[in-house]
């Protein structure tokens, strides 16, 4: 079993909004991510948390505040989004580090109107 | 700046051909390789993953790497138009952190 499992699917929020997507692996993977893919263009890292822990943050806005609750869920705290945010979140998990291969769930369209 | 490339494409093969798909990258360091295949709409799937010089076969689908170069590719035999979709390249690389870059993607369109 190699699923990641995100909700919700679609999303649509205005900029005063607070939402949260959700992300769920029962692989046991140690290593969970949240990319950003704009259409046509290559998933971009986020954040990184390895055994639970931050590790990574690519310098994010701190309108995006990510969460682990625990080893098998990774949260994505959303606030005053701007429209130019609207893409494809996408968490990821692996094994262990980034050496390792991650698979991806579904994705969460996101629109920010 | 840490950097793994593509041809963007469109690649276009027939029906049965073999597509080649390559990938460069530029941290001669990176140890981990990953193919991806993404359709349109869709989130990234693992195809293949590659950690030595050489070959690795998977059914239809052949990686290639070599480290020395800094290429690594992705053949797929007997072609399908079911195969149509967006090949992304990813590479760990240290850069501030161990992380996993993406290249830009090679389109590939298989004609029936």
């Known amino acids: 079993d190699t699923e990641v499992t995100q909700t919700p699917k679609h999303l649509v929020m205005g900029m005063t909004n607070k939402k949260s997507l959700k992300c769920e692996q029962h692989?046991?993977?140690?290593?969970m991510y949240w990319y950003k893919q704009k259409a046509k263009k290559p998933p971009e890292l986020m954040f990184v948390y390895s055994y639970e822990k931050l590790s990574i943050n690519e310098s994010v806005p701190s309108r995006f505040s990510p969460e682990c609750p625990n080893s098998s869920l990774l949260n994505l705290h959303l606030h005053a989004l701007q429209p130019e945010d609207s893409a494809l979140y996408l968490c990821?998990?692996?094994?262990?580090?980034?050496?390792?291969?991650?698979?991806f769930g579904q994705g969460t369209r996101l629109t920010v109107v | 700046q840490k950097e793994v490339e593509q041809n963007s494409g469109p690649l276009s093969v027939p029906e049965g051909a073999i597509a080649s798909l390559n990938c460069t990258y530029s941290?001669?360091?990176?140890?981990?390789f990953f193919w991806y295949r993404q359709y349109s709409g869709k989130s990234p799937e693992l195809i293949m993953s590659?950690?030595?010089?050489g070959d690795k076969e998977d059914g239809r689908f052949t990686a290639q790497l070599n480290k020395a170069s800094q290429y690594v590719s992705l053949l797929i035999r007997d072609s399908q138009p079911s195969d149509s979709a967006t090949y992304l390249c990813a590479v760990n690389m240290y850069t501030g952190g161990f992380k996993t870059i993406f290249g830009a993607g090679t389109r590939l369109f298989v004609k029936a």
């Open positions: 990821a998990s692996s094994q262990q580090g980034a050496d390792t291969e991650a698979f």
């Open positions: 590659i950690y030595s010089n």
């Open positions: 692989m046991g993977h140690r290593a």
């Open positions: 941290d001669r360091g990176s140890q981990s």
